[in-house]
């Protein structure tokens, strides 16, 4: 069974970086959309950032500029570089994959259990 792992959240001072990463284990045959959405208690979850199989990518308007997205294909990881973070940056985040498994003839959309992050002035 695939398990998406996230990790990397924790508590910054306004102005400071976090680094989050998001791996995929299991019987992976390929991965296609990957990125990372937050969500407020009480919320709707919104997108962040998203980023192809081929590289493009795409911002909410809230963090482009200061968010960058990138993916490592070998290790199945996803990563969100979080600089000049801000108060309104605190939310927990969640990585998202759509994942193609040995065997299967579909891709399945697949969640991280949610890290969060939390900024103080």
């Known amino acids: 069974q695939v398990q998406l792992v996230e990790s990397g959240g924790g508590l910054v001072q306004a102005g400071s970086a976090l680094t989050l990463s998001c791996r995929a284990s299991g019987y992976i045959f390929s991965i296609n959309v990957m990125g990372w959405y937050r969500q407020a208690p009480g919320n709707q979850r919104e997108l962040v950032a998203t980023?192809?199989?081929?590289?493009?990518?795409n911002y909410a308007d809230s963090v482009k500029g200061r968010f960058t997205i990138t993916r490592d294909n070998a290790l199945n990881t996803i990563y969100l570089q979080m600089d000049s973070l801000k108060p309104e940056d605190t939310v927990v985040y969640y990585c998202y994959e759509e994942i193609l498994g040995f065997g299967a003839e579909r891709y399945i959309n697949y969640w991280g259990q949610g890290t969060q992050v939390t900024v103080s002035s």
């Open positions: 980023i192809t199989r081929g590289g493009s990518t």
